[in-house]
């Protein structure tokens, strides 16, 4: 059996159509790391430059990306 991954971006968020469940796994890029506390659901990585959330989360799961790129966060 496969999940689902979610990726969760800083831009408009109007919650989950469909909550994630166990074995979903969730990649929250920036911003929308505070979107998924908001929600109450624990991300399993957290990417960008963050520069949209204002500094790097206290996550074990971090994957800082530089400021100055050619992609959005998301995208990474």
């Known amino acids: 059996?496969?999940?689902?991954?979610?990726?969760?971006?800083?831009g408009s968020f109007y919650g989950f159509a469909e909550r994630p469940k166990q074995g979903d796994y969730v990649i929250a890029a920036d911003a929308g790391y505070q979107y998924c506390l908001d929600e109450g659901v624990t991300p399993d990585l957290v990417v960008g430059d963050f520069d949209s959330l204002g500094s790097a989360p206290?996550?074990?799961?971090?994957?800082?990306m530089p400021v100055e790129k050619d992609d959005t966060d998301t995208l990474h």
């Open 1 to 10: 059996m496969t999940g689902t991954c979610y990726i969760i971006g800083a």
């Open 58 to 64: 206290d996550f074990p799961n971090v994957v800082r």
